[in-house]
């Protein structure tokens, strides 16, 4: 029986969705699907690894029953036709999210669970691109391998061999570069899809050719996934995601160290919360933590948590080109009215104040203005989109023309109303997904308001993942208030966890795990803690002999040896080079040379320094504090400076390069971000400004930036005029992408 409070209209609404997809499900025979979907996501909860389905999967109200996905579709209103029709070709596709660190266990569960020759992982082809194509082309005509190496770093990273060979500023040999051209874009080897599994009622080897993979216990099929489509094998693809194995180590860390138990399902929307996201203080959080996503996040204000729905799909490609973002944040501050074509666009577009931006939406848009059935919709979507088809457009435009002439729409409004959709129609981006990621963006944006140390310690310990290396998350983190100590051979564990200090924000600090110094493993680290303590460096080389003298002169480096053994790191350097020679088959306490002389202890410099090259985190300072200085000299403004200067005012900025990004939508401008120790800056770099300094833009770990500043409702960019080195004593890698 419904509680008192229930919706009545709901829920006689939601037992209507279920007959009406069940019926859709069994008339198309793919009932089998969504279990063996159900099984999976069974067996997650059983092994208590978190998943959660995505996609077009989120639009159907029998995946919320099922628990595959975390989106009502009947309360959010989504269409079920966008997932699963009767006139569309092939299986439903459900995306599982899976944990990234466990992702191999339900792997596993899949092969143990259907059989090894029924099942198999889908092949992926990876073609040659310019720096591979260059690299392979000078090992074939015999070049030496650093060679090789050093022509490929010359390729521009985002564009094509004949953009470099344009741009100039290049050693590379015509004949390397005339085989490059001819083998770019060409099928270099196969490697393995993302997520794509197949399950088949008869050995695999009977439909495909198989191999065995290079990772242990996995076998993979010669075949992409549209050469599995077309052979009628039915692909499920579960998908590694970084932030649910953070979440997952956050929940943990909290319980452990905090005593009290955070369940994501039930966590409150607090207007906290989104101040936080209003200020753009989204470091680290899921899907909103780019530069892009940072700059519009104060303009849209995010209040709850649909708007947090439209914010993750307004930063794609498909809203940008199509003109999206601009129209609906002028309306949502209201600098713009809202507006309709035709009034029966109100019930399609209200939600999004009359910008389409969903695919959706564009079928909610043919039901009510021509009458459409929900699985005409989705044909017209198909035909408009990606799937465009000459013959079935034509006929559907006309159906659709016919369907508004009844309700009263003719002219210039039926043909604009046409246009919009057919423009709309190539850039739509899915509700479900938008509604199934946003989960994540809140659970992730709570816990970093709520517990900064643990979400610190779990962003790191499910490295790689996310925007921003280990490093930038450490220092957003001490930012934040929270107290950073660094490795330490007895105090850390394997990973980064949390420890008692009174001065650090809720009372508790991030530990550094050795783990994650240079050269050593998982394993070897988890050998490690499991003889804690430890009473020596020699005591450590006697218990774990797998160490070598590399490995144990890193850990020395990190500091690993300094706290617990009250050795400063150069002489924990010297001890190591006489521990090493003590294993377990000799004898202890002869051991020569394992006194150290009196050596200098590192400065902060060194340290830093010692640090980013032992763990690429550096707990103990920022690069550019050292130079802070120097830097004031020369009028440099600091990232929290930035924030108070004169807009259109001339600026000069200097920090260590985090990102380079230069999207397809921004016609040849890259975007920067320079971290120094008060903040981040965002850089904007014109085609022209790029050309001029394209060695030193694309190489130099740290610049100094002579620009004009740009302040736009709380944004703040600096517009580069000149790039200049600035000589760092070391940084960590900045993260590029296309």
């Not at 939601?14 to 063996?36: C, K, P, Q």
């Not at 040999?173 to 005339?178: A, G, I, K, N, Y």
């Not at 009215?337 to 009359?354: A, D, W």
């Amino acid at each position: 029986r419904p509680a008192a409070h229930e919706d009545l209209s709901l829920r006689a609404r939601a037992w209507r969705t279920i007959d009406h997809e069940l019926s859709v499900i069994e008339h198309l025979g793919f009932a089998g699907y969504f279990l063996v979907v159900w099984d999976i996501v069974e067996f997650c909860n059983r092994a208590n690894i978190f998943c959660q389905g995505r996609g077009s999967a989120a639009n159907s109200a029998v995946c919320y029953a099922l628990g595959v996905t975390k989106a009502d579709a009947v309360s959010l209103g989504l269409l079920f036709e966008r997932f699963l029709s009767p006139e569309r070709d092939g299986p439903p596709d459900i995306d599982l999210d899976i944990e990234s660190d466990r992702r191999e266990e339900v792997i596993q569960y899949v092969y143990e669970r259907y059989g090894r020759h029924h099942t198999a992982q889908v092949a992926n082809v990876i073609t040659y691109r310019a720096r591979s194509s260059v690299r392979d082309m000078a090992r074939a005509l015999g070049f030496a391998a650093g060679q090789q190496d050093a022509w490929s770093k010359q390729m521009d990273a985002w564009g094509t061999v004949s953009t470099t060979v344009k741009q100039g500023g290049h050693d590379v040999p015509q004949t390397v570069l005339d085989l490059a051209l001819q083998i770019e874009d060409a099928p270099r080897h196969l490697g393995i899809h993302s997520g794509g599994m197949v399950i088949c009622d008869r050995p695999v080897i009977e439909v495909c050719p198989v191999e065995w993979a290079r990772m242990d216990q996995r076998s993979v099929l010669q075949w992409d996934k549209d050469d599995c489509a077309a052979a009628g094998l039915v692909k499920f693809d579960l998908l590694g995601l970084g932030m649910l194995s953070a979440l997952h180590y956050c929940v943990d860390l909290i319980r452990l160290h905090r005593g009290y138990e955070v369940d994501l399902a039930t966590i409150p929307q607090e207007d906290e919360v989104y101040a936080m996201l209003c200020r753009a203080d989204t470091v680290g959080v899921f899907q909103i933590e780019s530069r892009a996503q940072m700059a519009t996040l104060p303009r849209l204000r995010p209040r709850k948590f649909y708007d947090l729905v439209v914010e993750v799909a307004l930063i794609r490609p498909g809203p940008i080109q199509g003109g999206s973002v601009h129209p609906y944040i002028r309306r949502r501050n209201g600098q713009e009215p809202v507006t309709y074509l035709h009034p029966l666009l109100e019930n399609s577009l209200g939600k999004t104040l009359g910008v389409p931006l969903f695919q959706e939406q564009l079928m909610q848009m043919a039901i009510d203005v021509a009458g459409f059935t929900p699985s005409e919709a989705d044909q017209l979507r198909q035909a408009m989109g990606s799937k465009r088809s000459r013959r079935r457009m034509e006929l559907l435009k006309a159906r659709l023309y016919e369907g508004m002439a009844e309700r009263g729409i003719t002219g210039d409004v039926a043909d604009e109303i046409f246009m919009k959709m057919a423009a709309f129609a190539n850039y739509g981006f899915p509700e479900s997904h938008s509604v199934s990621f946003s989960y994540l963006v809140y659970a992730s944006s709570w816990l970093k308001y709520h517990e900064p140390a643990a979400f610190c310690a779990a962003l790191l310990n499910a490295q790689p993942m996310g925007f921003w290396s280990p490093h930038s998350l450490v220092q957003d983190a001490q930012r934040h208030g929270v107290t950073v100590h660094p490795p330490d051979l007895n105090a850390s564990l394997a990973t980064a966890t949390l420890e008692p200090c009174p001065g650090s924000v809720g009372d508790v600090a991030v530990r550094l795990g050795f783990g994650s110094t240079r050269g050593i493993g998982d394993e070897l680290a988890q050998q490690i803690e499991a003889g804690r303590p430890y009473t020596s460096i020699e005591d450590l080389v006697r218990r774990v002999p797998q160490l070598s003298q590399a490995q144990l002169e890193a850990m020395a480096t990190a500091g690993v040896f300094t706290q617990c053994f009250g050795v400063e790191r150069r002489t924990a350097l010297w001890s190591v080079g006489a521990a090493v020679q003590s294993r377990p088959d000799r004898l202890a306490g002869v051991v020569t040379g394992a006194e150290a002389p009196t050596l200098p202890g590192m400065d902060p410099v060194e340290t830093t320094v010692a640090d980013l090259w032992a763990t690429g985190v550096s707990a103990n300072g920022h690069p550019t504090v050292f130079l802070r200085d120097e830097l004031n000299r020369q009028g440099v403004l600091t990232a929290a400076a930035l924030q108070t200067a004169e807009p259109r005012s001339r600026v000069t900025v200097a920090g260590i390069v985090t990102h380079r990004q230069r999207p397809m939508t921004a016609q040849g401008t890259t975007f920067m971000n320079l971290e120094d120790e008060t903040g981040l800056m965002n850089i904007v770099v014109s085609k022209g400004c790029w050309a001029r300094h394209r060695v030193i833009a694309r190489e130099s770990p740290a610049l100094l930036v002579r620009g004009r500043l740009e302040r736009s409702e709380g944004v703040v960019n600096v517009v580069a005029e000149a790039l200049i080195p600035l000589p760092v004593p070391a940084s960590a890698a900045s993260r590029d992408y296309h």
